[in-house]
Each structure stands twice: as structure tokens, then as C-alpha cells.
């Protein structure tokens, strides 16, 4: 029998809750939890002698339970006579001193300062139905009486939904009489799921408002939020903030709900912060793979992200998720990135902070008793060191930071903090040699370094930059792309002027300059933070063919366009520029570098068998086709080279047509380059293949 309203407005009604308690009968109905859900919130709030007044008491259990275990001071007061009469009758042999009294809790009859505790299970948001002017009338004089038949130091316990309209008024009348709030999560009454029709989708609270003295012209006000039962209550700043934390905590329940009724509903993300700090923790996504056979043993798993590792493709992007669910066989599998930042003891220590956590997003129907498995990359949870925090007045704050990869190479990343998902740079470290081996290096390298080329400084003591290794996918295919110019066996004989808009931590300016030497390398960076970055932490160093301009990369270029230098065009021009603008569809370069009018001023700057290469990053498919369409205009020959695994597309353009290479001839050229590269002394990473690179590119 449905005996819940058809609508809210009905539960501020006298005669709803007449009949309410006329059709329940002698039945207890026990709104928001029974007693074993509430008791250990109960019991650290109220103590044994104390006396306490419950409002709206129904007839719930919760008062009579109270009293069996020595709570015997209670006084309860309902507007039903119905209920009132009902219990009167169940509790008078067995309860002697407990009350049962017909009262208007808007105007109560007891005198001031009366009572201790005053118990509210429901009754505030029973009245609070909404936020007309005569609703909320009466709730102050609900809020009023309560305060008035309060002792000083005595606590308004009010259990509730805390729905926003319900907190903004309970927290806004008594922070502005001078009183202590507190929001306490109940623990034990979360998992209240709408498994039928008597049970919410929302979590359970309870509002403990304590009665201080009021003191002249004290503007003191205290907010604290507890999500455990034991727990350590944090302090918040505001009552915006205390909100806005309740209803954080409202929508993960809502979340956890919908997990356990549907799946496959696509890929979900939420946070977990430090009870604490309130700062993040781990972030976590979860992902069904509705295809995966069903079996008893994979329903559901746990993957930890090991530090360092949650930018990949496989764990950083919804699609590499997907495959990664898939491929470990399970229904539903929940990633776990560790945030930089927080210390971590280990996978067990992980697994024992998270189980109770990640069971909440396990799908329905899951038991108790079931095991779930801990997944891991070689079972463990990585290595991550931060180096270096700072920040840009342009760029904002960022880390320096060296991550374990799967090879058990050692990286080092710059991230913006703003964009902590995405590598700005990266650079692979040299493994730890012997004193002798390293003196041994830098001998051979001194001996192959050009006269002109400075030692660069060291990434970090006792760690060197692998100069020869590129890390970032993009930046392989750019450097391919070089294989578009002309008589590319030459290149390392022949001048070549490059000029490189966007330094980051100048990993690939650094590997023109190194692997071409007769090369001479411009590199434009509006921001004079990652001038020193790159330098202090990447092994960049300056030269006299490799000069760094700080200016915006707008500028430079106009400038040089308009004659502004007086230097010769460039062979090659290369964007890897990023927008600092996150809302846009493309983030890379900003929208301006790629106008109709800046990339006539680029043509004017290339040499007519010269090549433009441009790092795209763009989601939006429509701003993209308009992208390679204005090239187009520009530079009558494009080609693409999609990234695979990421966002990333390399567009190599240049001004002539009739340069257009067919695959086979394109892959001649980019051989030929690549057997003078991989020449003893030259450094050359064997893993790096260039034809490779240039296998899939298409002619726009």
C-alpha cells in the first residue's frame, strides 16, 4: 500500500497526517532510519540524563528504544490526536515516565530554557515544503520556539534530507543567532536506495544546531560538515561553501544509486577527497562493458592507475577506458587515479582506504560476500616525484615532476595545474649510471658536440635528460615531417632554418639543434617562466643556433612578415602552441594563429620549398573542417597525420602542389633522411622508425 503523498505540500497538512496515521494504524512508521540506523549519531550527541523533547514524533519507535536503553527524560509532542492517543495507549504501562503530548510545536507550551535536546526526525522537512512567504513563516516560528525552550549549550538535532531549500533555512536562522552548526552525514543510513517504494535516493543527515550565549557584537560563525560517524568534522568557511559540500556528498549518493539500478549507461566520473583537507584524492571513473559475457566471478573490479600514468591514452581518455574494461573481462570495471600531491602508502593501504568506497558503485545484485579483485600494472601503484612547483604570472601554477613508465624508465613532465590531465612536456631520464660511466659520456659527447654547442645543464643531481629520446607521439611526427623538403639525404649538410612557435619544456627545438647541425633554430615563447623551466629542468640550453625570443608568436611572426627582421625565410615553421582557454573546441594552437590573414603572414615567411607544420588539437568537428579549409587556402598542399590514441593531428603544409608525394615516394624520402640520422654519433633512438610516422598520412 502506497502510503507515501502525491505531493510534498501534503506533508505540512493536519489532516494528510490524520489519515496518515489512521490507515497506518498502530504500525511504526519509521521516517529517515530506524533506531540501529541512527543510534551511534543518537548517543554521541545526546547523553543519558539529558532531557529531551521530540517534535513531530509520529509513531516511531525511536523515542521508546531511547527510553529502554536509559533515556528516560522524553517528552514527545505531535499536532495528531490520532497518534498521540495511539501512543499514550502502547507506552503507559511499559514507559511510565515518558510523555506523549497533542501540541503545536509553532507554539509550545512548555517554558523557557526547558529542555536539553530537542529531537526532530523529519518534522522540519514535513513543514518545509517550500519557500512561500507562508511557509516560511511558520518554519520561524518553529526554528523560534525550538531555540526558546533550548538551554544554552543545548543541541537542536534535527535528522533530515537536507535538501537546499531545508539547509539554506535551518543554517541560515541559526548561524545569525550566534549558534554552532554542524552537518552530519548518517553513515549507516546512505545506502537508502529506492529499492521500493518506501525508501530515498537521497542520503540521510543530521543537523546538530548548538544554543550558544549570545555575545554583543560577535560576528563569529561556525560551519563544520562530518561524513563519518567517528569522524573529524571539517571546518568550512561559509554557509555557501557548507552547502555546496552537502549536496557534493547528495550527488555521489544519487550517483551510486543509479549505478546499482542501470548499467552501460556509459562511462561516469566523480572525485574522493581527503575527509579532511577536502581536497581530492583519487579521481575514479567507471565504465560497463555491456558485451563482456557474464560469468560469477566478473561483474566488477577495481583498476589503480599507477601515479604518473593517468594522462595515456588506455587510462586518460573515455575510449581507451572502454578498451581497457574490455580487455580486462569485466561488466564493470572502476578506475582509481591517484592524485599528485597525496601520499600513499601502498597498494594495500589503497585497496583498505577505497573498499568501502568503490562497493558503493558496485552494480546490483553484486553480494556481500563476493570478492572483488584490485587490478594494477605490474601490481603495484607507480612512482611519482615532484621536483619543482611554481608559477607562471601567464601560465599559472604547474609541477615538475619525474613518473615511473612501464619500462622502468624514469620521465620528467611539466603539467599545468589547470589542465592536470594533459603533459605539456616531457622528457625521458637517463638511468642511474656508475660515477666512471657518466664521466665516460659526457667525454664521447663532448667529443661529438659541435664547437658551438654548450654543455647543457644537468635535469637534476645525479639525472640526466635523454636529449636523443622524443617522448611525445606529435613531436615524432613533426620532425617527420621534415622529410617533406627537398633532397632530405642532405639535410644534415645543408643550412636549414627552423623556427619553432611554442618552447614548452623545448624538447623539440633541442632535437632539430642536435640532430641537424648545420641547422639554425629560432624558438618563440611568450612566457619567460618556461624559458627557465626548460633550461633548469629539461636540459635545454641556448647557443649560437639556438636562439630563444620571448614574445607572443602572433607578433613575432607579423613582425617578421612585415619586415620587422631583417632574416631570411625559414625552411621550416613549426606550431606547438596551446590555448590557455579551456572552454574552446580547439586547444591547440588558440583560434588566432590558424586566421586567414596570420597564415599569409606564416606563407610569407616560408621558403617556397620550405614546410608548415602545425600540432592540431581540436574536439570540434565543425571548427576543424573550417581550420583545413582556411590551410587550405593558404598552402595548396596539406597533408594529415592523425595521432592514434590521441586528439592530436599533424597538418604539414606547403606553398607548391606540384611537390605532392605519393605514399611510396613520400616513405623513400623519409628512409633516406633516416639513414643519415641513425650515423654513428648522431644519437639516434632506434626505436623511433620516421617512415613509421608518415605511413598514414593523407592529402587533404
Same mark, same amino acid.
Given at each position: 500500500?502506497?502510503?507515501?503523498?502525491?505531493?510534498?505540500?501534503?506533508?505540512?497538512?493536519?489532516?494528510?497526517?490524520?489519515?496518515?496515521? #489512521?490507515?497506518?494504524?498502530?504500525?511504526? $512508521?519509521?521516517?529517515?532510519?530506524?533506531?540501529?540506523?541512527?543510534?551511534?549519531?543518537?548517543?554521541?550527541?545526546?547523553?543519558?540524563?539529558? +532531557?529531551?523533547?521530540?517534535?513531530?514524533?509520529?509513531?516511531?519507535?525511536?523515542?521508546?528504544?531511547?527510553?529502554?536503553?536509559?533515556?528516560?527524560?522524553?517528552?514527545?509532542?505531535?499536532?495528531?490526536?490520532?497518534?498521540?492517543?495511539?501512543?499514550?495507549?502502547?507506552?503507559?504501562?511499559?514507559?511510565?515516565?515518558?510523555?506523549?503530548?497533542?501540541?503545536?510545536?509553532?507554539?509550545?507550551?512548555?517554558?523557557?530554557?526547558?529542555?536539553?535536546?530537542?529531537?526532530?526526525?523529519?518534522?522540519?522537512?514535513?513543514?518545509?515544503?517550500?519557500?512561500?512567504?507562508?511557509?516560511? #513563516?511558520?518554519?520561524?516560528?518553529?526554528?523560534?520556539?525550538?531555540?526558546?525552550?533550548?538551554?544554552?549549550?543545548?543541541?537542536?538535532?534535527?535528522?533530515?534530507?537536507?535538501?537546499?531549500?531545508?539547509?539554506?533555512?535551518?543554517?541560515?536562522?541559526?548561524?545569525?543567532?550566534?549558534?554552532?552548526?554542524?552537518?552530519?552525514?548518517?553513515?549507516?543510513?546512505?545506502?537508502?536506495?529506492?529499492?521500493?517504494?518506501?525508501?530515498?535516493?537521497?542520503?540521510?543527515?543530521? $543537523?546538530?544546531?548548538?544554543?550558544?550565549?549570545?555575545?554583543?557584537?560577535?560576528?563569529?560563525?561556525?560551519?563544520?560538515?562530518?561524513?563519518?560517524? #567517528?569522524?573529524?568534522?571539517?571546518?568550512?568557511?561559509?554557509?555557501?561553501?557548507?552547502?555546496?559540500?552537502?549536496?557534493?556528498?547528495?550527488?555521489?549518493?544519487?550517483?551510486?544509486?543509479?549505478?546499482?539500478?542501470?548499467?552501460?549507461?556509459?562511462?561516469?566520473?566523480?572525485?574522493?577527497?581527503?575527509?579532511?583537507?577536502?581536497?581530492?584524492?583519487?579521481?575514479?571513473?567507471?565504465?560497463?562493458?555491456?558485451?563482456? +559475457?557474464?560469468?560469477?566471478?566478473?561483474?566488477?573490479?577495481?583498476?589503480?592507475?599507477?601515479?604518473?600514468?593517468?594522462?595515456?591514452?588506455?587510462?586518460?581518455?573515455?575510449?581507451?577506458?572502454? #578498451?581497457?574494461?574490455?580487455?580486462?573481462?569485466?561488466?564493470?570495471?572502476?578506475?582509481?587515479?591517484?592524485?599528485?600531491?597525496?601520499?600513499?602508502?601502498?597498494?594495500?593501504?589503497?585497496?583498505?582506504?577505497?573498499?568501502?568506497?568503490?562497493?558503493?558503485?558496485?552494480?546490483?545484485?553484486?553480494?556481500?560476500?563476493?570478492?572483488?579483485?584490485?587490478?594494477?600494472?605490474?601490481?603495484?601503484?607507480?612512482?611519482?616525484?615532484?621536483?619543482?612547483?611554481?608559477?607562471?604570472?601567464?601560465?599559472?601554477?604547474?609541477?615538475?615532476?619525474?613518473?615511473?613508465?612501464?619500462?622502468?624508465? $624514469?620521465?620528467?613532465?611539466?603539467?599545468?595545474?589547470?589542465?592536470?590531465?594533459?603533459?605539456?612536456?616531457?622528457?625521458?631520464?637517463?638511468?642511474?649510471?656508475?660515477?666512471?660511466?657518466?664521466?665516460?659520456?659526457?667525454?664521447?659527447?663532448?667529443?661529438?658536440?659541435?664547437?658551438?654547442?654548450?654543455?647543457?645543464?644537468?635535469?637534476?643531481?645525479?639525472?640526466?635528460?635523454?636529449?636523443?629520446?622524443?617522448?611525445?607521439?606529435?613531436? +615524432?611526427?613533426?620532425?617527420?615531417?621534415?622529410?617533406?623538403?627537398?633532397?632530405?639525404?642532405?639535410?644534415?649538410?645543408?643550412?636549414?632554418?627552423?623556427?619553432?612557435?611554442?618552447?614548452?619544456?623545448?624538447?623539440?627545438?633541442?632535437?632539430?639543434?642536435?640532430? $641537424?647541425?648545420?641547422?639554425?633554430?629560432?624558438?618563440?615563447?611568450?612566457?619567460?617562466?618556461?624559458?627557465?623551466?626548460?633550461?633548469?629542468?629539461?636540459?635545454?640550453?641556448?647557443?649560437?643556433?639556438?636562439?630563444?625570443?620571448?614574445?607572443?608568436?602572433?607578433?613575432?611572426?607579423?613582425?617578421?612578415?612585415?619586415?620587422?627582421?631583417?632574416?631570411?625565410?625559414?625552411?621550416?615553421?613549426?606550431?606547438?602552441?596551446?590555448?590557455?582557454?579551456?572552454?574552446?573546441?580547439?586547444?591547440?594552437?588558440?583560434?588566432?594563429?590558424?586566421?586567414?590573414?596570420?597564415?599569409?603572414?606564416?606563407?610569407?615567411?616560408?621558403?617556397?620549398?620550405?614546410?608548415?607544420?602545425?600540432?592540431?588539437?581540436?574536439?570540434?568537428?565543425?571548427?576543424?573542417?573550417?581550420?583545413?579549409?582556411?590551410?587550405?587556402?593558404?598552402?595548396?598542399?596539406?597533408?594529415?597525420?592523425?595521432?592514434?590514441?590521441?586528439?592530436?593531428?599533424?597538418?604539414?603544409?606547403?606553398?607548391?602542389?606540384?611537390?605532392?608525394?605519393?605514399?611510396?615516394?613520400?616513405?623513400?624520402?623519409?628512409?633516406?633522411?633516416?639513414?643519415?640520422?641513425?650515423?654513428?654519433?648522431?644519437?639516434?633512438?632506434?626505436?623511433?622508425?620516421?617512415?613509421?610516422?608518415?605511413?598514414?598520412?593523407?592529402?587533404?
Amino acid at each position: 500500500m502506497n502510503l507515501l503523498p502525491k505531493s510534498s505540500k501534503e506533508f505540512g497538512s493536519v489532516d494528510y497526517w490524520e489519515k496518515f496515521f #489512521q490507515v497506518r494504524g498502530k504500525k511504526a $512508521f519509521e521516517w529517515y532510519g530506524t533506531y540501529l540506523e541512527l543510534c551511534g549519531l543518537l548517543h554521541k550527541y545526546i547523553k543519558p540524563r539529558e +532531557k529531551v523533547l521530540v517534535i513531530g514524533c509520529g509513531n516511531s519507535e525511536l523515542s521508546e528504544q531511547l527510553y529502554d536503553v536509559g533515556y528516560q527524560d522524553i517528552v514527545n509532542i505531535d499536532i495528531s490526536e490520532v497518534v498521540i492517543k495511539q501512543m499514550k495507549e502502547h507506552n503507559a504501562s511499559r514507559r511510565p515516565q515518558m510523555r506523549f503530548l497533542k501540541m503545536d510545536m509553532m507554539q509550545m507550551e512548555f517554558p523557557d530554557a526547558s529542555f536539553q535536546v530537542v529531537l526532530d526526525k523529519g518534522t522540519l522537512d514535513a513543514v518545509l515544503t517550500d519557500e512561500e512567504e507562508k511557509t516560511l #513563516q511558520q518554519v520561524d516560528r518553529m526554528l523560534a520556539e525550538v531555540g526558546r525552550v533550548l538551554q544554552v549549550g543545548g543541541r537542536y538535532l534535527c535528522i533530515s534530507l537536507a535538501q537546499a531549500h531545508v539547509l539554506k533555512k535551518a543554517v541560515g536562522h541559526f548561524s545569525r543567532e550566534g549558534w554552532m552548526v554542524r552537518v552530519h552525514q548518517v553513515a549507516s543510513c546512505q545506502d537508502q536506495v529506492m529499492e521500493a517504494e518506501h525508501r530515498f535516493s537521497l542520503p540521510v543527515f543530521a $543537523f546538530i544546531m548548538t544554543k550558544f550565549r549570545p555575545v554583543a557584537g560577535s560576528a563569529l560563525q561556525i560551519f563544520e560538515l562530518c561524513t563519518q560517524e #567517528q569522524g573529524k568534522p571539517r571546518r568550512l568557511d561559509s554557509a555557501e561553501r557548507l552547502a555546496e559540500a552537502v549536496l557534493e556528498r547528495q550527488q555521489y549518493a544519487w550517483l551510486c544509486c543509479q549505478l546499482r539500478r542501470k548499467a552501460g549507461q556509459g562511462s561516469v566520473s566523480l572525485d574522493l577527497c581527503d575527509g579532511d583537507t577536502g581536497e581530492p584524492r583519487y579521481t575514479l571513473h567507471v565504465v560497463d562493458s555491456p558485451t563482456v +559475457k557474464p560469468s560469477r566471478d566478473n561483474h566488477f573490479a577495481i583498476f589503480i592507475i599507477p601515479q604518473g600514468r593517468e594522462t595515456e591514452w588506455l587510462f586518460g581518455m573515455e575510449e581507451g577506458r572502454k #578498451q581497457l574494461a574490455a580487455s580486462a573481462g569485466f561488466r564493470r570495471l572502476v578506475t582509481v587515479a591517484l592524485h599528485r600531491g597525496q601520499q600513499y602508502a601502498g597498494m594495500d593501504s589503497i585497496q583498505a582506504e577505497l573498499s568501502a568506497r568503490v562497493m558503493e558503485l558496485a552494480p546490483l545484485g553484486l553480494t556481500a560476500q563476493q570478492q572483488v579483485p584490485f587490478l594494477s600494472v605490474g601490481g603495484d601503484i607507480g612512482i611519482r616525484t615532484i621536483q619543482h612547483q611554481d608559477c607562471s604570472p601567464l601560465s599559472g601554477d604547474y609541477v615538475i615532476e619525474d613518473v615511473q613508465g612501464d619500462d622502468r624508465h $624514469f620521465f620528467r613532465r611539466l603539467i599545468f595545474l589547470n589542465n592536470r590531465n594533459v603533459v605539456q612536456s616531457e622528457a625521458r631520464l637517463l638511468r642511474d649510471m656508475s660515477h666512471r660511466a657518466q664521466k665516460k659520456r659526457k667525454k664521447d659527447r663532448k667529443k661529438q658536440r659541435p664547437a658551438d654547442t654548450p654543455e647543457a645543464p644537468s635535469a637534476a643531481p645525479g639525472k640526466s635528460i635523454d636529449r636523443g629520446y622524443l617522448c611525445c607521439e606529435h613531436h +615524432k611526427a613533426m620532425i617527420a615531417g621534415l622529410a617533406l623538403l627537398r633532397n632530405p639525404e642532405l639535410l644534415l649538410e645543408t643550412p636549414l632554418a627552423v623556427l619553432v612557435v611554442g618552447l614548452g619544456g623545448g624538447s623539440l627545438p633541442l632535437f632539430v639543434h642536435d640532430h $641537424f647541425p648545420k641547422s639554425c633554430v629560432h624558438a618563440v615563447e611568450i612566457d619567460p617562466s618556461m624559458l627557465e623551466v626548460a633550461t633548469q629542468w629539461f636540459g635545454f640550453a641556448q647557443s649560437d643556433r639556438m636562439k630563444v625570443h620571448i614574445a607572443d608568436g602572433l607578433d613575432y611572426v607579423t613582425a617578421l612578415a612585415q619586415g620587422g627582421e631583417a632574416r631570411p625565410p625559414y625552411d621550416v615553421v613549426m606550431f606547438d602552441v596551446d590555448s590557455k582557454d579551456p572552454t574552446l573546441g580547439m586547444s591547440c594552437p588558440p583560434p588566432a594563429f590558424v586566421e586567414p590573414a596570420f597564415l599569409q603572414n606564416v606563407r610569407s615567411i616560408l621558403t617556397p620549398g620550405g614546410v608548415f607544420i602545425l600540432n592540431l588539437v581540436c574536439r570540434d568537428l565543425g571548427l576543424k573542417d573550417s581550420v583545413l579549409a582556411g590551410l587550405k587556402a593558404v598552402f595548396p598542399l596539406l597533408y594529415i597525420r592523425r595521432i592514434e590514441g590521441e586528439v592530436n593531428e599533424i597538418l604539414f603544409c606547403q606553398l607548391c602542389p606540384e611537390q605532392k608525394l605519393a605514399t611510396p615516394e613520400l616513405l623513400a624520402m623519409a628512409q633516406a633522411l633516416e639513414r643519415m640520422l641513425r650515423r654513428p654519433g648522431q644519437g639516434w633512438d632506434d626505436t623511433y622508425v620516421l617512415s613509421e610516422m608518415l605511413k598514414t598520412v593523407k592529402i587533404v
